[in-house]
């Protein structure tokens, strides 16, 4: 989910999407109209390897015409989670981290 993100299209909204990297993999989630406030209550399961680096989730506005803009974006370093527990790591993450304009 995110929170309080910035109007940028002209009607004041924004039509917001995740997009999660992962070293070369993407995965999205769907697209929500009009929404400040999303709730995208979606998970990605992406094998992950210490060389594939942090997970970036960037929270994008989808335009259908001009080409898409960033909302906001957090950067997670599982690695360093994952030596610390010095156990097997699978990168198993649902997007309920706040982004953009959230506290």
Do not use: H
């Not at 999407?17 to 929404?35: A, M, S």
């Not at 942090?54 to 506005?61: A, E, K, L, T």
């Not at 803009?69 to 981290?97: F, H, Y």
């Amino acid at each position: 989910q995110a929170r309080n993100l910035a109007p940028v299209d002209d009607n004041e909204t924004c039509d917001p999407y995740c997009k999660v990297v992962i070293g070369g993999k993407e995965g999205k989630t769907e697209i929500l109209r009009d929404e400040l406030n999303p709730t995208w209550n979606e998970q990605f399961n992406m094998a992950y390897e210490l060389e594939d680096g942090p997970v970036r989730i960037q929270v994008m506005d989808a335009n259908r015409i001009l080409s898409n803009e960033p909302v906001g974006e957090i950067v997670i370093d599982v690695s360093q989670q994952c030596k610390q527990k010095n156990e097997e790591c699978r990168a198993k993450k649902n997007l309920r981290t706040p982004m953009g304009g959230a506290s």
